[in-house]
Structure formats: C-alpha cells, structure tokens
C-alpha cells in the first residue's frame, strides 16, 4: 500500500450563502439596538461589526441554523454566537409590550375585542422525571405551551411565558389574569371551546365562546351558525401564531425550555417590526442615517436637480418619498449590497435639502390645510382633486367646478378671476355644493 502526505480534500471547509428573507428595516434596528447597548456598557469593540452580529442572530432565528455551522462561517466560535443571540434575545424581550399595556393600546386606539387562543411549540424528549410535565396528552408530543393576543385582524399584541405542554388553556389564562386585564381595559375577547368556563358572567360575558355539544346535547341549527360565525372571527388569530412560527427556530426547540420564555417575546418584537408601517418620523430617521453617511455639498444643486423650489407640503412628502424609496437597499458599515459613492452623496444632500425645507416650511406661517378638496370638472364632467391645499395663495381649478367637495379643515373660497377679486363663493370645511355657470375656476383656502 502507497503512503501519501496529500490531503484528500481541501483543508478549508466550504462556506455558501443563502438569502434571508428579511428587510433591511429589521437588520438596522437590531443593530441599532446593539449599538446603543454597546455605547451603555462601555463596549469597546467587537470582532464583528452590530450589523453583521444582527445578520448572524436573525439567521439563526429565520432559517433555525445551528451555531456551530454560523460560527464556522464567520470565523468565530460557537460560544460566541450563542452569547450574540442570547444578548440581542434579551435586548429584544425588554421592548416587549406587558399584557395591561398592550390592552390600553388597543382600547385607545378605537378596538373594541381581541381574540386569544394557545398553541404549543414542540421541543425534544429529555430524559428524567422532570420532563414528564411538557408532555403534551393533546398533540401526542413534547412541547411548551403558551397563549398569545391579537387584535381583529391578527397583529400579535402580546405573548405570554412558555409554561409546561400539559397545561390547559383555560389554566394558563387564569394564571395571566387575562379576565382581569380584559374588564380593565374595557375590552371583550374571543375564544375557542378550550376557554369555556373562564368567564361565567352571564350578564356581562367579557370572554365569548361557542357552543359544546355532548352525546345527550345536540346543537341545534341557531347554535350551529352562532359557531361558525365565531369561527370566522377567530380565523386571524390563526394567522398571527402563522406568522410568529415563520421563525423557524419555534419548529423544534433544541435549547434548554427555559429559554423560551424570553425567546418568544423577542419574536414577538421581529415580528411586529416587518408590518408596522412607515410613518413620517422613520422617514426623518432615514434622513439623518443618510447625512451621517456622506458629507452634504451642494444643497441649492440637490434642489434644482429635484426640480423642488418651494417648501410646500406636497414637495416635501414627494421629496421624503422619493429618497426612502432610493434609500432602501442602504445599510451601514457593509453589510449589505451598498450604493456607488456618487449616488450616496446625492441622496445625502436630497436628505439635506428634505430637512431643510422641513424647517422652514415650519417656520412660515402659511399652513396647508389638511385634507382634500374634490370637484368635478364642468368640461369634462371628470371628477379630480386639487394637489397642494396652503392656506393663503389663489389656486387654479383648471376646467371649472360644477360640483365642489371641501374635506379639508379648512373654509374655502371659490372665485372666478385668477387675482381672487370677483365676488366669492362660500364653502364650509366638510361640506359641498354645486354650481351653474359662470363656473368658479379657483379657490382659496383659510
């Protein structure tokens, strides 16, 4: 037999990349978040960057990659990893709604029911007594069993600690308070036949479930549809457990039970994070994560090249329109796909400019007036809406007003001269009339 020193194979494990289906909205605030807790215990340094951590973490999580295979292919150690996840766990779980809070948000914000329900995540067969207890009689399985709260169309709002796979749902539900929290709060809830018998309030039922029939109990045809029709309003609760189980890492736990309760909070968080909408204050924050990342030249050119010379509100939500959609793919320090130099800079400066005209459209006293005002056009007979509504100058009407719609907050006035001087037509915010000829071909606002 021949003797050899060769290596069969490379020596340098092979390393591929897959996608993470997750928007750069999510790898920024967990970096960020990582960021700030870096700066609060006096961090220095990190072998690598917040948002290459926050990629390697949300891996783990999304796709249920084990840790040894992540630190392998970051060159890093496997204990490493796990302290990453467990930290970004624990700074996610801290920003977690409580069950009372979440309760008054829902209230406050015009809801008037939330739906409930428990589902169990299954976890491995451990050996010993004490494993005996996550035993699961319903699923067949081992598992943790925990209830979570949606609103109407089935956003999580709340995730309660991971308890034991054997405990009822009507227990778990009395160990939360949840009948507490619920009359507090002013809210009605429901539920499925697992919670019968929580809310034994005849008169004033805060928990609504269906009807139980039995072997000498038979429905009858009211009861029947009363199920179905409660069955079609829990459906989105059903949807919210889908979404938080996209996180694969809820597929089979592999970790010691107990960490999943701050587990589940923390994918509570990720998982609110990819449907909040984007508000006017995250296109601000936009704005400034893109003048820390180039120098602003040449704001008046930025301007000009937008074709934006005024500080209307209109040109300004375009403005900020225009450079988050551009911005979208940007992320810090490189860990994502990032922008040429050149296209960086001009994005910079329109965010500039955004902040500047933001500025000094406050600093005017002329206030668009909030709202739309609608008319239908007397040539045409097409109805449209004018497209800026400020308070002060003479706006055009082009083509006439027949019939004018004023939804705005504001009174307006209707003229049929472009200097605003003929005798007037007076419409009330919220209201509309109509109009014969000589048609009125602008208005004025305020």
Not at 294 to 303: E, P, Y
Not at 407 to 429: E, I, P, V
């Amino acid at each position: 037999m021949t003797r050899t020193k060769e290596h069969a194979e490379d020596p340098c494990p092979p390393v591929y990349q897959c996608r993470l289906p997750l928007s750069t909205r999510t790898v920024n605030h967990l970096a960020d978040l990582l960021r700030r807790h870096l700066k609060a215990i006096r961090s220095r340094w990190r072998i690598l960057p917040p948002g290459k951590i926050a990629v390697i973490v949300l891996a783990v999580l999304r796709h249920d990659q084990r840790l040894a295979d992540m630190a392998g292919g970051n060159n890093v150690s496997e204990s490493t990893v796990r302290r990453w996840r467990d930290e970004l766990i624990a700074l996610l779980t801290a920003q977690a709604p409580r069950l009372d809070r979440a309760l008054k948000k829902v209230a406050k914000q015009g809801g008037e029911v939330v739906l409930i329900d428990g589902t169990l995540i299954r976890t491995q067969r451990r050996t010993g007594r004490a494993d005996r207890r996550n035993y699961s009689g319903k699923h067949h399985h081992h598992g943790l069993h925990f209830l979570a709260l949606t609103d109407e169309r089935g956003r999580l709002i709340w995730i309660s600690a991971a308890r034991p796979g054997r405990i009822h749902d009507i227990t778990a539900a009395r160990h939360d308070h949840v009948l507490a929290h619920l009359r507090a709060a002013g809210l009605g809830a429901l539920a499925d036949l697992g919670f019968r018998g929580l809310d034994n309030d005849v008169r004033d039922p805060v928990i609504v479930t269906g009807f139980h029939a039995s072997r000498t109990h038979k429905l009858t045809p009211g009861q029947k549809t009363a199920n179905r029709v409660l069955a079609v309003g829990r459906a989105p609760v059903e949807h919210g457990f889908a979404h938080l189980k996209n996180w694969r890492t809820l597929t089979k736990l592999r970790t010691d039970p107990a960490r999943a309760t701050p587990l589940l909070p923390a994918l509570l968080v990720l998982t609110n994070l990819r449907s909040q909408p984007l508000t006017v204050g995250g296109l601000l924050a936009r704005c400034i994560r893109a003048l820390r990342q180039a120098s602003v030249k040449n704001l008046a050119t930025s301007l000009r090249w937008m074709g934006y010379a005024k500080s209307d509100s209109g040109s300004l939500m375009s403005l900020l329109s225009w450079m988050c959609t551009s911005m979208a793919p940007l992320q810090r320090e490189g860990d994502l796909v990032m922008r040429t130099p050149r296209h960086m800079s001009r994005i910079a400066a329109t965010a500039g400019a955004a902040v500047l005209m933001l500025v000094a459209g406050m600093a005017t006293p002329s206030q668009a007036a909030e709202g739309t005002f609608f008319y239908t056009r007397a040539d045409t007979g097409a109805e449209t809406f004018v497209g800026s509504t400020p308070t002060g100058p003479c706006i055009a009407i082009p083509g006439g007003a027949r019939l004018a719609h004023n939804d705005t907050d504001t009174d307006a006035r209707l003229y049929t001269n472009s200097s605003c001087t003929s005798s007037s037509r007076f419409l009330g915010s919220r209201q509309q009339d109509e109009y014969a000829a000589p048609y009125p071909t602008y208005v004025k606002f305020g």
